[in-house]
């Protein structure tokens, strides 16, 4: 009697939060728990930027420009004296910035394209079908050309460029996994009761599709960044004096002879940053889809 009272509150606790217990499997999991470290320490730079950061990041002091990593700048400065470990730290601002609105909003368009793909008439799944074929077949590099040419650089423009990438992709995918719900016993019995298709898009549909989509959303926040580094870099992105790892990497492939610790500041970063959300994606999608472990 005792052990039976002994497991219905842990089971009851377990209930109530079910988030509790995915976070103990993926602290269980060493690249779980690796991921979920780099990831906060990510965030947590961003946040707390104005707190650690020791100097301004756009004040100019030419009498320390090219120096070495040090306790006065422990990454050192750039060519015009910055200290780059501030400008590190209020770039992971802008980069989980446009990687994060961009992404939610890709994935959330994304959605409501594919829930009206799948779910829809066949003319208009074959319509946003050809829209979406169309987007893909833009060239990434070609597209931020033209976005950049008609609204100029920016961050608006990078975060276009990420929505127009991505929105394919993620619809694509809710729309098969539609297409495959629609005809499930449960979405027939709501139909045969008289459920309108919001209500069947909404409660019976899109809560049991959601969860793959959001674990790939989570794997391709990495990619965004890099996507948004490589517009900056190529000066299509985020505009100096802002910090952007993609501008830090620019200053130091063009001032290497002179300093290496530039392109060391601005790409350790945007490694660490793929390194955690790519392990903390993988441990997601083995939590909540077991079958998939080890693929």
Known sequence: MSEQASIKPAALRARSFPGLAALRKILREPMGFFGLALVVLILASAIFADLLAMYD??????????????????????????????????????????????????????????????????????????????????????????????????????????????????????????IAMKTAEHVTAARSMGAGTIRILRVHILPNIIGPIV???????????????????????????????????NDGFANIRDSSWIVIAGGLPIILTTLGFTFLGETLRDVFDPRLKGR
């Not at 952007?244 to 990497?249: A, D, E, K, N």
């Open 215 to 249: 674990i790939l959303a989570s794997m391709d926040v990495p990619v965004v960044i890099g996507i948004e580094a490589g517009l900056s870099f190529l000066g299509l992105g985020v505009r100096p004096p802002t910090p952007s790892w993609g501008t830090i990497l």
């Open 57 to 178: 990041p756009t004040k100019i002091a030419p009498q320390n420009r090219f120096q070495g990593p040090s306790l006065t700048h422990l990454l050192g400065t750039d060519h015009l004296g910055r200290d780059l470990l501030s400008r590190v730290l209020y770039g992971a601002r802008i980069a989980l910035l446009v990687a994060l609105g961009s992404t939610a909003l890709s994935l959330m368009l994304g959605i409501v394209l594919g829930l009206m793909a799948g779910y829809g008439p066949r003319w208009l799944d074959a319509f946003l079908l050809l829209v979406f074929d169309a987007m893909k077949s833009f060239p990434t590099i070609m597209l931020a050309l033209t976005i950049v040419t008609l609204a100029g650089p920016s961050m608006v423009s990078v975060v276009m460029v990420v929505v127009m990438v991505s929105v394919p992709g993620y619809a694509r995918i809710i729309r098969t996994q539609t």
